[in-house]
Structure formats: structure tokens, C-alpha cells
């Protein structure tokens, strides 16, 4: 059954603060089995206590109630490999249109899409030059200045060459890019004549301005990402490859030596099991279990949502999370942290823990534990900031069966807010 739209949610605005008002869960059920209240407040979790002990706390009286009877609690899970200028253009039945207004709706569209799904952070990456410009960034980071307080988007600026005669207009633009507000810089070195030429271009930029690097690549030539391995070593913020599809297709003895090689130079590997994006040919999903055996950080991400290279995508985190389990053998928790806690790391952001004290970034899904959310994530309540921000409910409903009342089978149903 397909989730309905994501609903408004109650009292919401556009205020980049975070909700002085507190908010109490209610009776939201944990990944280690306990049912739990959790009391946010000022962006972040006060207090998570047994069902029913937070309702007043001898001190302070919680503002609005939300019954979470019946749903699992989570980390709320980040997009870090998103494309927010070409997202939602499939059925244009032509050229992309880099109109800015165009560009502005939809990436906005697409951000709370993904935000409907539970992504309360996004990262998306922006072409810059060409027929581009810098008119498509400008208008992302307006989509990114309409969206705050619901979700966080930072943008990665994507030039298409950087090497020789070409690529110096690239270069300026890059550098200008950043200027602008750019968060991150990166590209397709695969693209260029010279892609070891374009990645020191990317990490001359990214050190001159502090800021992380995100590159995409299909891994298809080992040597050259052993190469890029060894350049990005030490950088901080840090680098980010994605989607290293075909890092899977060579010898054994050579995907692991590379993969020691990632791990050694501290490198993110963001893999796209819901599909390709147009940053690259091939399509494949990086050896997330190689990888993650090696001592690499593994993230997953989107990739398209609904464009030429993806006309169907999804944006949706949990679907990622649910092939990475059922495709690649990934415990659903080990799954479940590809786009949480390593999304997240992945993005420079806080650690997300139901717990006192951290974030109150989270996601509520309808289900009994965590293979099940995974596996019919219907109904989703999420939180950015300590407030309700998105909500989408989904009501299953059967005919009568006299078999199904006597053995007691569930229904999936509406559950409200009190």
C-alpha cells in the first residue's frame, strides 16, 4: 500500500530557531524493546523516562502530548547524496529547465519530500558552470534559506571540468561557488581529461576555504582511486566518494586492498542502492560489507529523485536501508545506520542517540521493531529541532474476515495525536 502525501504539520512555521515549547512523546516503543516517554525541548532531549513518568516531572509540566503507541523511535536519518537542481524532472519532456524559479520549486519540493520520508538533513549537489552558471546554486540556496527550520540543506558545488584551458573558467567558478555558499566542493573527476588534475583542483579549493570534499566516481579504474585515496589522506573536514559502483566488479585481492586503502585515509564511501545519478555511467552499489569490513565508513544515499537517471527514484532513506538488508545481507541495524549515524557523521553533524542530552533529530515509524519499519515504514512522524515537522499516515484496511478477528492479525491504522 503506497504512503499517502506528507501532511502539514500542526503549529508549524519557518523560524530557523528551534521550538522553545516542549513536546513529550508518548509511548514510543525503542530499538532495544522498552517503551519509553521522551521529553524534548530547546532542539534537544531532555528526558526519556518509562511510559507514563514524564507526563509531569514533580518540576515542570510538558506542553503538547504526541502518542506514539504503536510506533518505533529512531535517529532521524540524513540524504547525503541528493540532486536537488535536476530532482522532480523526468516528465518535462525536454532539456532540464535551469530557470531559477524552476530550479527553487524544485528542489524545494524535493526536500520535503525526503523530509516526509525522515531526512531532517540533506546534502545536495549543485551543477555550477556550463549552461548552469552559478544561477542553479543561487537558487538552491534559496530553496535552503525557504526550508529552514524544517530541514537542513547544504549544497555541494559541482564543476564539470577544472583542468587545463577548459577548466579554468570551471576553477574561478568553483572558487566563486564558495563564495556564494557552497558548503562543499566537488565534482566528477572522471569527466575531466585529467581527473587527478581535477581532484587536487577540488582539494586546493576545499583547503583554501575549509570546507569538506565530495567527489563522485565510479570507481571503475582501482589505480585511480587508490591514487585519489592517497591525496585526500588528512584532510579535514573530510572527503566523500560516491557512488563507487563498480569498486565491486574487479578481483577480490584488489577491491580489498582498495577499501584498506579508503579506510587508512579516513574516506566516507556514500553508496546509492536505490539507483544511479547523473554524475556517472554505471550503475551498482558499492561492496557496502567489503567496505565496512575494512574499517571504512559506509553511508548511504538516494542518488536521483525522479530525473532522467532515475525516473522513479524514491528519495526515500528507508527504502535505501531496506535494500541494503535485503539485497546485501546487512543486518537491519547495520542498514538502518548507512543512513542515520553514518549519514549523519558523513555530513559533519552531531551523533543522534535516544538519549538525554543529544539532538532531538528523530523518526517515528509505525511498526514493532526495526525489520519490520524497514520492511512497511507507512506511517512516519518526524522531528526536526524538537518539533513535529512532517507527518504521513497510512490506514490499512481489510474486508470482514471472521478468520482474521479470531486469530487476532493486526491492522496498520491512524494513529493521532492527543
Do not use: W
Request: proline share 7%; net charge neutral.
Amino acid at each position: 500500500m503506497p504512503d499517502s502525501q506528507p501532511q502539514p504539520p500542526p503549529s508549524s512555521s519557518s523560524s530557523g530557531a528551534s521550538d522553545t515549547t516542549s513536546l513529550l512523546l508518548c509511548g514510543a516503543r525503542l530499538t532495544d524493546g522498552r517503551t519509553v516517554d521522551v521529553r524534548l525541548g530547546g532542539g534537544r532531549i531532555e528526558a526519556v523516562g518509562t511510559a507514563g513518568s514524564l507526563a509531569t516531572d514533580g518540576t515542570r509540566a510538558c506542553g503538547t502530548h504526541v502518542d506514539l503507541s504503536g510506533y518505533l523511535l529512531l535517529p532521524a536519518p540524513a540524504e547525503p547524496h541528493a540532486h536537488g537542481d535536476t530532482a522532480l524532472s523526468a516528465d518535462t519532456g525536454g532539456p532540464v529547465s535551469y530557470d531559477p524559479q524552476d530550479v527553487q520549486r524544485r528542489a524545494t519540493e524535493a526536500a520535503l519530500l525526503q523530509l516526509g520520508h525522515g531526512a531532517t538533513a540533506l546534502r545536495a549537489h549543485v551543477r555550477v558552470g556550463d549552461v548552469q552558471g552559478l544561477g542553479a546554486l543561487a537558487a538552491v540556496l534559496q530553496a535552503r534559506r525557504s526550508l529552514r527550520g524544517l530541514t537542513e540543506l547544504t549544497t555541494v558545488a559541482m564543476p564539470r571540468l577544472l583542468t587545463g584551458v577548459a577548466g579554468a573558467e570551471g576553477l574561478a567558478m568553483l572558487r566563486d561557488a564558495v563564495k556564494m555558499g557552497a558548503s562543499v566542493v566537488g565534482g566528477c573527476p572522471d569527466l575531466d581529461p585529467d581527473p587527478t588534475g581535477y581532484v587536487q583542483a577540488v582539494l586546493d579549493v576545499a583547503s583554501e576555504h575549509g570546507c569538506p570534499v565530495d567527489l563522485h566516481t565510479d570507481a571503475g579504474d582501482p589505480a585511480r582511486l587508490s591514487r585519489l585515496a592517497a591525496m585526500a589522506g588528512g584532510l579535514r573536514p573530510g572527503v566523500t566518494l560516491s557512488p563507487c559502483g563498480s569498486l565491486g566488479r574487479h578481483p577480490s585481492e584488489i577491491t580489498s586492498r582498495t577499501a584498506d586503502q579508503l579506510a587508512a585515509a579516513g574516506v566516507t564511501v556514500v553508496c546509492l542502492p536505490q539507483g544511479g545519478c547523473g554524475g556517472v555511467e554505471r550503475r551498482g552499489t558499492a561492496p557496502v560489507r567489503l567496505l565496512r569490513a575494512a574499517g571504512v565508513r559506509v553511508a548511504a544515499g538516494s542518488g536521483a529523485l525522479r530525473d532522467v537517471s532515475n525516473p522513479v527514484g524514491r528519495g526515500d532513506p528507508l527504502e535505501a536501508a531496506y535494500l541494503l538488508a535485503s539485497r546485501h545481507g546487512l543486518r537491519p541495524e547495520d542498514a538502518y545506520d548507512t543512513v542515520s549515524t553514518s549519514a549523519r557523521a558523513a555530513l559533519g553533524l552531531p551523533e543522534v542517540r535516544v538519549e538525554a542530552g543529544f539532538p532531538a533529530e528523530l523518526l517515528a515509524v509505525r511498526g514493532e521493531g526495526l525489520a519490520g519499519a524497514l520492511s512497511l515504514a507507512y506511517s512516519r512522524i518526524v522531528v526536526h529541532r524538537g518539533r513535529v515537522v512532517a507527518r504521513t499516515s497510512a490506514v490499512r484496511e481489510f474486508c470482514d474476515s471472521a478468520a482474521a478477528v479470531e486469530l487476532g492479525l493486526p491492522r496498520q491504522g491512524r494513529v493521532e495525536p492527543s
